[in-house]
């Protein structure tokens, strides 16, 4: 079960520290953009031609990092699927505002309103 912990925390690290880092990049060419390009240095606007190698990257990277936190956590999920050979069976009903629970060694448990 420490495995899977451990796992979950690097693949939240993982998606964390990419957020920032696009957050800084994002914010950082906005401000930059902002006080380059201001109306009273540039009164008149220029024509801007697209850039296909700029658009296929801002299209390629992000998809290569949204399928690397798939297959990462993909990876852990089928760790939490694999049930232990030494696991507990546990049977659980649910109803309206209870949940019933019943052990292998015959013990009841239920919580909720009746």
Request: glycine residues 6%; positive net charge.
């Amino acid at each position: 079960m420490n495995y899977i912990v451990q796992q979950t925390d690097s693949i939240f690290l993982f998606i964390v520290v990419i957020s920032l880092f696009f957050l800084l990049l994002v914010t950082g060419a906005m401000v930059y953009f902002v006080f380059r390009y201001r109306a009273k240095k540039h009164p008149k606007s220029e024509n801007i031609t697209g850039s296909t190698t700029l658009e296929i990257l801002w299209t390629v990277i992000p998809l290569i990092l949204v399928l690397m936190m798939f297959f990462y956590g993909w990876d852990g999920f089928q760790h939490l699927r694999n049930v232990p050979a030494d696991a507990m069976v546990v049977k659980v009903t649910g109803r309206m505002w209870m949940w019933s629970y019943e052990y292998d060694n015959g013990k009841r448990c239920d919580t909720g309103r009746r």
